[in-house]
């Protein structure tokens, strides 16, 4: 149950990420539709956040109506998760951060692996997406993963005084025999990546912020009006980025 929950979760995490991301570096004259939001030389059109917005509504447990508080706060969610996937791309450009061939093959028989026999090609297919287009956004995401890896958690200092009151939290109490497969090195080692883990993910948000305060975020007011209307940008415009018309 919980191996599908995680297989149901990546790949809609996927899915979504070949709207969001699949045009964000192309110009918005390709498309001859308006721009909604702006990072750098990366946009998005207000089709591709509506077909991404239509993807991430399966990830609810419940049907949202539109019009609903719900359905409005899940609008403003997509477009800050929006936000941050293209600041932190932004971030990867300036540290030429990339993803080696070998690094994505791995990475890809990782989740296929994960499927029964031509179930994930068919999932593919029945989400109109081709298996290259499904490669190359897990190529981005995997690129985002070594940004907040190398910014965050290889950054992170762990003491040994961190390590004790770790271990005087979670394993004091218990029995530990010597031969045992965890024995103390293993221990430490563990201690040491839930450490990196909860350190990275404290520093997450102002790490954020910090980003975006550094790349220009341009929103185009006019057009999530008419997606969301004017009072939520209002509302939530410090969440969102710089908020500005085109």
Not at 106 to 112: D, G, L, R, Y
Not at 194 to 210: H, P, S
Not at 212 to 236: H, L, M, T, V
Request: glycine fraction near 2%; include cysteine.
């Amino acid at each position: 149950m919980m191996k599908s929950l995680f297989r149901a979760i990546n790949l809609v995490g996927l899915l979504l990420l070949f709207f969001l991301l699949s045009g964000c570096e192309q110009k918005a004259s390709d498309y001859g539709n308006e721009v909604l939001l702006r990072v750098g030389d990366r946009v998005v059109t207000v089709l591709d956040f509506k077909e991404a917005f239509e993807i991430s509504k399966t990830a609810y447990a419940h049907n949202i109506r539109q019009q609903d508080e719900d359905f409005r706060e899940a609008q403003i969610r997509l477009l800050n998760q929006l936000v941050i996937e293209m600041v932190i791309l932004e971030r990867a450009e300036e540290l030429e951060i990339s993803v080696s061939d070998d690094e994505l093959q791995k990475a890809v028989s990782e989740i296929k692996s994960d499927y029964p026999e031509g179930e994930f090609e068919q999932t593919l297919i029945e989400s109109a997406i081709s298996y290259d287009s499904w490669r190359d956004q897990l190529k981005t995401r995997l690129t985002m993963e070594k940004v907040i890896d190398a910014e965050l958690k290889n950054r992170t200092t762990i003491s040994s005084e961190d390590i004790a009151q770790h271990y005087k939290k979670n394993y004091q109490d218990q029995e530990i025999e010597p031969d045992s497969a965890q024995s103390s090195e293993d221990i430490n080692e563990a201690i040491v990546m839930q450490l990196r883990r909860e350190k990275a993910e404290q520093a997450y948000n102002a790490w954020i912020e910090n980003l975006k305060a550094k790349y220009a975020i341009e929103i185009n007011s006019e057009q999530w009006d008419k997606i969301a209307g004017p009072k939520i940008i209002e509302a939530n415009e410090t969440d969102a980025g710089n908020s500005k018309s085109e």
